[in-house]
């Protein structure tokens, strides 16, 4: 597709329900993250991908998180046993390998609500 | 603790004016520092970049300076529109597909 899309763009779940947010990149390129914004917050690193190397898992904030990219395209983000805490905009985002300072392109985001 | 710092959370500026958006680094070995602006509901989108070699970089009414021995780089918007309105994040990242590490953003308001 033309840019990086999302789905879906608003979800609202109870606490303790799981939630998995989709996003598919940019045909073609390689690296794909995942960020979140809380309420007030800049943009919370979550995970990352690039092409076939063990994704960087780094930012999760603890177990309940995951995520899979499957075929090297779509990504899908878990979150088990949601908390209130975990209301924030899901945002991913896709680049190029090799262009550091071109940046990435980012989708419009999830919004998850859990009440 | 926070690697990229954005200490002004709003900057008002009226139209026709410089804005001017700063931004402060811990890190020594970032090597790539970017702008992202973001309006209500959208994705943040690219703006402008720098590389630790340059001290400025200029994208038609876009400048973006860096100061490496200050840890710190700004972005100047001249002139002013209404439409640059949104929330600027500064964000920096070391050699290769690392991740970028994101500034709390400012919110810019242009007054007509």
């Known amino acids: 597709g033309a840019g990086v899309s999302q789905s879906p763009s608003n979800k609202v779940t109870e606490k303790g329900k799981d939630v998995e947010l989709r996003c598919d990149p940019i045909s073609g390129h390689t690296a794909l993250y995942w960020y979140r914004q809380s309420l007030g917050q800049g943009l919370e690193f979550l995970i990352y991908?690039?092409?076939?190397?063990?994704?960087?898992k780094s930012g999760l904030p603890s177990d309940r998180f995951s995520a899979e990219r499957t075929g090297g395209s779509v990504s899908t983000l878990t979150i088990q046993r949601t908390q209130q805490e975990d209301s924030a905009v899901y945002l991913c985002?896709?680049?190029?390998?090799?262009?550091?300072?071109?940046?990435?392109?980012f989708g419009s985001g999830t919004r998850l609500t859990v009440v | 603790d926070q690697q990229v710092k954005q200490n002004s959370p709003s900057l008002s500026v009226q139209e026709g004016r410089i804005s001017i958006l700063n931004c402060d680094y811990t890190n020594s070995m970032f090597d790539y520092f970017l702008w992202y602006k973001k309006y209500p509901a959208e994705g943040p989108t690219f703006l402008i970049s720098?590389?630790?070699?340059?001290d400025k970089n200029e994208d038609g009414r876009f400048t973006v300076f860096l100061n490496k021995s200050a840890k710190h780089l700004s972005l100047h918007i001249v002139p002013s529109q209404p439409g640059d309105s949104a929330v600027y994040f500064c964000?920096?990242?070391?050699?290769?597909?690392?991740?970028?590490?994101f500034g709390k953003g400012t919110r810019l308001s242009v007054i007509a």
């Open positions: 964000a920096a990242r070391n050699s290769g597909n690392t991740p970028l590490v």
């Open positions: 991908f690039q092409g076939n190397s063990a994704p960087d």
């Open positions: 720098i590389s630790s070699i340059k």
């Open positions: 985002a896709s680049s190029l390998e090799g262009r550091p300072i071109d940046g990435y392109t």
